[in-house]
């Protein structure tokens, strides 16, 4: 049997004004083992799916598991598959987080899967492929090189991508027990902007990649203000404005939602309990249990673990 391990990092995308383009990759990693299994061993042609973890209780284990269908599209994209494959996901990122799951899942299947067949796609590949499955770049592109990423679609669908130099900080994540798709969350958006919140995040979005170079932290607030879509998904999860309002008293410089929500990410030279704290009593109030974590940044991006034969 020929065996792949890759990790992933989790990733906190948008930070404030960088809609869909700016992500931070953390410490938190998810694990993808796939194994390819000769005909004499398998017993079926159906993969073997299994979860322990986050999301071990929801997850699919069946052909509609993320892993697996990314895995499946990269097989597709060579002209190679295994005669059956077992996968086995370890995951530490929490599922519908905003902490980009399904980013990690989808690059955990394919980099395992290039690997495993040696495929040779390369990484411009891979990412094409990652974006086109999550629809855009700014989770798959700061878990697969680590750090601060800034990431943008050409007018013909091929990815630019700056990596962006980040002080070493951590960051508070507090995760409410709020289920809100992604998809409603964008949905909670509206077609159009005005000009004028336009301007602003432009503005802003300089400024919060210029702070978190600069580890400036009184600079790192007002630069992590956003019009485009904070004001209307902090309304969809209870009590998030509280909790924005909680973790800056309680020292944080700057706050933002995760992704689309419904985590919450505090960014803060020190005080991270009592951040972490401030935020789920906040969330408490309202009736919801929380989760938190303190995360240093996640310098490299994905990584193979072993390999074996």
């Not at 998810?30 to 061993?41: G, H, I, K, P, Y």
């Not at 702070?211 to 004001?231: E, F, I, S, T």
């Not at 005080?271 to 009593?281: E, K, L, P, R, T």
Request: include cysteine; aromatic fraction near 4%.
């Amino acid at each position: 049997m020929n065996s792949i391990t890759v990790t992933v990092p989790a990733t906190t995308a948008n930070l404030g004004p960088g809609f869909d383009c700016l992500g931070l990759a953390l410490e938190l990693r998810n694990v993808v083992t796939l194994t390819a299994v000769s005909t004499e061993t398998a017993v079926s042609h159906t993969p073997s799916i299994t979860i322990e973890g986050e999301g071990a209780d929801k997850l699919p284990a069946d052909e509609s598991n993320l892993v697996y269908q990314a895995a499946a599209r990269l097989f597709e994209r060579v002209g190679v598959r295994p005669s059956a494959l077992r996968i086995h996901q370890q995951n530490r990122i929490p599922v519908g987080s905003g902490l980009g799951s399904s980013a990690a899942a989808v690059l955990g299947g394919l980099l395992a899967a290039n690997a495993l067949v040696d495929g040779g796609l390369s990484d411009a590949d891979i990412l094409q492929m990652a974006t086109e499955m999550e629809h855009h770049p700014d989770n798959v592109v700061p878990a697969f090189y680590g750090g601060l990423t800034l990431a943008v679609a050409g007018e013909d669908g091929r990815l630019h991508i700056e990596q962006l130099p980040i002080s070493p900080m951590k960051v508070v994540i507090v995760l409410p027990d709020f289920d809100l798709p992604t998809a409603e969350a964008r949905a909670a958006l509206p077609t159009q902007a005005p000009l004028a919140d336009a301007v602003f995040n432009i503005g802003r979005a300089g400024l919060v990649v210029r702070a978190l170079a600069r580890g400036d932290w009184p600079a790192l607030g007002p630069a992590m203000q956003d019009k485009l879509h904070q004001p209307y998904r902090i309304p969809l999860i209870p009590g998030m404005a509280a909790a924005f309002a909680a973790a800056e008293t309680a020292g944080a410089a700057a706050v933002a939602l995760s992704g689309a929500g419904p985590s919450v990410a505090a960014f803060a030279p020190d005080n991270h309990g009592a951040i972490a704290q401030a935020v789920m009593d906040a969330f408490t109030a309202v009736g919801l249990a929380s989760r938190a974590w303190t995360l240093p940044i996640a310098q490299s991006g994905w990584a193979s673990v072993s390999s074996r034969s």
